[in-house]
């Protein structure tokens, strides 16, 4: 079966702009959940969707925000970039519980100038 | 807040050589998970350990869930160049997974 699918790949933004990262789930996976993925930080947790609605939030600013549309799919959108939002941004499905494992994209790297 | 240690930061093998990771909570786990990432590349699920004590194994990998529930750790028996990643333990609170910071794994042949 298809792999989780992150869209673009790579994209270079202006601090200041606004960007949208896209996430297409494994078929059946209800959720999704977004990574900030830098060399000095790890993996940090951004938000999960469940069934279109945020389950879980992690310590990220307002700027950061997501939606999950009812094909599972989900998006999520930074806005009024900073030098620091660059990063790989990773998302990850699983099922309901995630006690199968997640599947992780293979990201989108931001690069913010 | 929720928060997953892991040890050590890096670590730098002679291939042939043994390696372990540890994961480290202060609270109990539901259950952990762990993850491999190669370079450049993403994480990739490895296995999951739910029950206390629980000890699993994948090839030269072995994987321990403590008997308290609040630790466990990796054991690769024998590295080989292709083990080289970031190894990451994921724990689980409930219903959300807390990912710790990862083991970066150097193997030199």
Known sequence: KAGVTQ???YLIKTRGQQ???SCSPISGHRS????????????????????????NKGNFPGR?????????????????LELGDSALYLC?????SGNYGYTFGS??????V | GQQVMQIPQYQHVQEGEDFT????SSTTLSNIQWYKQRPGGHPVFLIQLVKSGEVKKQKRLTFQFGEAKKNSSLHITATQTTDVGTYFC????????????????SVLP
């Open chain 1, 7 to 9: 869209t673009p790949r």
């Open chain 1, 19 to 21: 960007v949208t990262l």
């Open chain 1, 32 to 55: 999704v959940s977004w990574y900030q993925q830098t060399p000095g930080q790890g993996l940090q947790f951004l938000f999960e969707y469940f069934s279109e609605t945020q389950r």
């Open chain 1, 64 to 80: 950061f925000s997501g939606r999950q549309f009812s094909n599972s799919r989900s998006e999520m959108n930074v806005s009024t």
């Open chain 1, 92 to 96: 990850a499905s699983t099922t309901s």
């Open chain 1, 107 to 112: 990201g989108t790297r931001l690069t913010v």
């Open chain 2, 21 to 24: 990771t540890y994961c480290n």
């Open chain 2, 90 to 105: 994921a724990g689980s609170y409930g219903q959300n997974f807390v990912f710790g910071p990862g083991t970066r794994l």
